[in-house]
Structures are given as C-alpha cells and as structure tokens.
C-alpha cells in the first residue's frame, strides 16, 4: 500500500465534517447570545463573566448524560428534544444549591459524523440552554469509529453556576413540620431508560407502531430552573432535590438533616398516564419507586404558611401540591406511607 494513501479519513474519522458541526454552532449560538462578550466556540476555552451584584458568589458546578434515552431518540430518529434533556440533568441540580446557571458545556461522541442528526441534537441544547437562562459556551465532538457500533452516539453536559452566600440552600434551613411539595414532572424525564427498554423488549412493543409511547419516551425533562430562582430570591424555600436515579426517596433523603425525617404520604402522587402504563405492565410498586420519579419531578420543602404565595409562580401543569412533611424521632431520614395509585 502507498504510504500516501494512509488518511485520517480512511480511518473513519472526518476532519472536515467536524469543521464544519463547530462552524455551524458557532453561527447558531452567535444569533442566541446576540452581542455577548467573551463567547469563544471552535477556540481552545471560553471566558465567561462573573455577575458581579451577587455578595460573596459561590461557584457551583454540576455535570450528567441523558443515559440510555439517546436509544430511543435513535430508534424514533428524533433528536431534537435529547439536548433539552441534557442541560435538564444538570441545571436541575444546580438549583438544589440555590445557584443560578451561568454557562453550559457539551459532550457529544459518536461513531461517525453525521450532520443532520448532531445539528439536531444542538439546537435542542441550545433550547435548553434558553430555558435555563445559561449559555452554550463550548464542548467536545469526538469520532469514534470502533467505539460505537454504526448509528450510536452519547451525549454528556457540564454546567456551572453561581449563587451568593447567603442564598446557598443548606440543610439547617429545614425545620420540623415544614412542608413537602411535589412539583409534576413531565414524564420519566432521563432515569429508568434502560428498564424501560428491557420491558419493551420483553413484551415485544414496538414504539414506532404506538403513538402514546412515542411521544411519551421521547418527551423531554422539565427545566425548572426559571421557577424555582424566583422562589429562592424571594426566600421562599428552605430546601429542594431534584427527582432522578434513585427516585423520591433517595433523592429528597440528599438534603435532609440528620435530626429530621422526610415522611411522605406515597397516595397523594399524582402519577401520569407513562407510570400507569409501566406498572400495568409488571413494573412492581417497590420498582417503579427506587427508579422512576412517578411523576414527582421536583420537590420543593417549605414553611407552611408560604404555600399559597408559592403556588403563584407555577402554571396549572406544574402546580406544586403538598405529599409530606418534615418530622422528628424517625430514625431514617424518608419514611414513606402508603402507596401509590396506579388506577
């Protein structure tokens, strides 16, 4: 063989096809952040401002994937909405700290360089940077022929925030008798994928051939991020978790101080039509709860006088509603009650 011959190219990786995915992110996130300084997409970093009328700023940093959901966007060809999912996971557990998201970076690794599918999955992150009021300041395409198999891609995010001292959400801030909200999630948002996809194929579902689960395993993950930094300016809340993997109980248990008990009432759940479905289908009780959300999205811990003030800030869809409450003389930190109705 002549040496000459040896390219990149031949080896499955595609320089320029990957020039020009960084070019047009580059244009797209130039319209989205209008006249913004310090943007640098294609260089070797970014340089961000820090909001300078935030007192002594923390900076916060968090970092997740969408899992096995990039499975179902392939098999539906839809990729659109997976970017929203990404920066979901990641803005969604930089407010539990009580910070507001500054910048977003993305990973995106995939066998080969397909345009069409990765402009997609841009412009959903993009549209998840926008509800987060974040911006896209950079990130990582990587080719990868012989790592993943034809078609496959992952996708994983990086965000970082920043929130003043005296707004950081600790865990002393939550009282005895305080209250427990559930704000609705809007669907299994990126947990439980890959049990998801076990049951279809057990039971031999095709998704392409049902309207109700295409549309429902696809639907992205709610950003709560708009709502939940008013309450937090206006000292509303005294604690929050994000429900992902682990679902209610090993998440709310992550912001509950050792003296004090999570007690929540499972049959005030209001579960959507997607958690029905999975538990008519076999999905037990006890399965369904350590790992879907089953329609809690968000929890939200709060004095009880400050309930209707705070149901204010909601659209009806995502109206908070209370499931529990904070106790003491419990000697775990979540106790559940009840049961869930599935009906």
Same mark, same amino acid.
């Given at each position: 063989? +002549?040496?000459?011959?040896?390219?990149?190219?031949?080896?499955?990786?595609?320089?320029?096809?990957?020039?020009?995915?960084?070019?047009?992110i580059s244009s797209v996130s130039s319209k989205k952040r209008?006249?913004?300084?310090?943007?640098?997409?294609?260089?070797?970093?970014?340089?961000?401002?820090?909001?300078?009328?935030?007192?002594?700023?923390?900076?916060?940093?968090?970092?997740?994937?969408?899992?096995?959901?990039?499975?179902?966007?392939?098999?539906?060809?839809?990729?659109?909405?997976?970017?929203?999912?990404?920066?979901?996971?990641?803005?969604?557990?930089?407010?539990?700290?009580?910070?507001?998201?500054?910048?977003?970076?993305?990973?995106?690794?995939?066998?080969?360089?397909?345009?069409?599918?990765?402009?997609?999955?841009?412009k959903g992150i993009l549209k998840g940077c926008e509800l987060?009021?974040?911006?896209?300041?950079?990130?990582?395409?990587?080719?990868?022929?012989?790592?993943y198999e034809k078609g496959k891609f992952d996708i994983a995010?990086?965000?970082?925030?920043?929130?003043?001292?005296?707004?950081?959400?600790?865990?002393?801030?939550?009282?005895?008798?305080?209250?427990?909200?559930?704000?609705?999630?809007?669907?299994?948002?990126? +947990?439980?994928?890959?049990?998801?996809?076990?049951?279809?194929?057990?039971?031999?579902?095709?998704?392409?051939?049902?309207?109700?689960?295409?549309?429902?395993?696809?639907?992205?993950?709610?950003?709560?991020?708009?709502?939940?930094?008013?309450?937090?300016?206006?000292?509303?809340?005294?604690?929050?978790?994000?429900?992902?993997?682990?679902?209610?109980?090993?998440?709310?248990?992550?912001?509950?101080?050792?003296?004090?008990?999570?007690?929540? +009432?499972?049959?005030?759940?209001?579960?959507?039509?997607?958690?029905?479905?999975?538990?008519?289908?076999?999905?037990?009780?006890?399965?369904?709860?350590?790992?879907?959300?089953?329609?809690?999205?968000?929890?939200?811990?709060?004095?009880?006088?400050?309930?209707?003030?705070?149901?204010?800030?909601?659209?009806?869809?995502?109206?908070?509603?209370?499931?529990?409450?904070?106790?003491?003389?419990?000697?775990?930190?979540?106790?559940? +009650?009840?049961?869930?109705?599935?009906?």
């Amino acid at each position: 063989m +002549n040496n000459k011959s040896i390219t990149y190219k031949k080896s499955g990786v595609n320089i320029n096809a990957a020039d020009q995915f960084v070019n047009f992110i580059s244009s797209v996130s130039s319209k989205k952040r209008g006249k913004k300084k310090f943007s640098n997409i294609g260089g070797f970093g970014s340089i961000s401002e820090i909001p300078n009328q935030i007192k002594q700023p923390k900076i916060v940093a968090c970092t997740d994937g969408v899992g096995t959901k990039v499975e179902i966007a392939n098999t539906l060809n839809k990729y659109d909405t997976i970017g929203i999912d990404l920066v979901a996971m990641s803005v969604n557990d930089l407010i539990v700290q009580g910070a507001k998201p500054l910048l977003f970076l993305d990973y995106i690794s995939i066998n080969k360089i397909d345009l069409k599918k990765l402009k997609s999955i841009i412009k959903g992150i993009l549209k998840g940077c926008e509800l987060s009021k974040c911006e896209l300041v950079g990130g990582e395409t990587a080719e990868m022929p012989g790592t993943y198999e034809k078609g496959k891609f992952d996708i994983a995010g990086f965000a970082v925030g920043i929130v003043g001292k005296n707004k950081i959400l600790r865990k002393d801030k939550i009282k005895n008798n305080d209250l427990i909200l559930a704000i609705p999630s809007s669907g299994l948002h990126s +947990n439980g994928y890959s049990l998801v996809r076990y049951l279809l194929k057990q039971k031999k579902i095709d998704i392409k051939k049902n309207n109700f689960l295409k549309k429902e395993l696809i639907r992205p993950t709610k950003i709560y991020v708009s709502e939940v930094l008013k309450l937090i300016d206006k000292d509303l809340i005294n604690g929050c978790a994000n429900i992902t993997g682990g679902g209610l109980a090993d998440n709310i248990k992550r912001v509950i101080p050792d003296n004090l008990t999570a007690e929540i +009432n499972l049959e005030q759940i209001k579960a959507s039509k997607i958690f029905k479905w999975l538990h008519k289908k076999g999905i037990s009780d006890k399965e369904m709860l350590k790992t879907f959300n089953c329609g809690v999205g968000f929890c939200l811990i709060i004095n009880p006088k400050k309930l209707n003030k705070i149901k204010r800030y909601f659209t009806n869809n995502f109206k908070p509603y209370v499931i529990g409450k904070i106790s003491k003389n419990f000697k775990e930190k979540v106790k559940l +009650n009840g049961s869930v109705n599935w009906i």
